[in-house]
């Protein structure tokens, strides 16, 4: 089993950076694909980003060059990194781990385990 903590979310202003991180327990953080999603108040979870074994990475097209995902496997931890936040990007996001490394990277399915979520709300 593993256990993923989500820390970082908070209030800033549209235009700001922010970044959130995932602590994961267990010696097998290095083999998971990782990835962030998120959850708009009245919609549905979406995919962020996702970066797998190899520190390959994917993007939502709506965050695409304003959030980078990273992982330090040393630490057991995902970062996700935000940049030029805008109203729409307010959600709760998730932390998730993939064990068997799906080619489907938005697929809310594929994902074993989840975090409890964190709030990041972008307000003027």
């Known amino acids: 089993q593993v256990q993923l903590v989500e820390s970082g979310g908070g209030l800033v202003q549209p235009g700001a950076s922010l970044s959130v991180s995932c602590a994961a327990s267990g010696r097998a953080f290095r083999s998971y694909a990782m990835a962030w999603f998120r959850q708009a108040p009245g919609k549905a979870r979406e995919f962020v980003a996702r970066?797998?074994?190899?520190?390959?990475?994917s993007y939502a097209a709506s965050v695409k060059g304003r959030v980078t995902i990273s992982r330090d496997n040393a630490k057991n931890t995902v970062y996700l990194q935000m940049s030029s936040l805008k109203l729409e990007d307010t959600a709760v996001y998730y932390c998730?781990?993939?064990?068997?490394?799906?080619?489907?990277?938005?697929?809310?399915?594929?994902?074993?385990?989840w975090g409890q979520g964190t709030q990041v709300t972008v307000s003027s």
């Open positions: 970066v797998d074994l190899y520190r390959r990475t």
């Open positions: 998730a781990a993939d064990r068997s490394g799906s080619a489907y990277v938005a697929r809310i399915g594929e994902y074993d385990y």
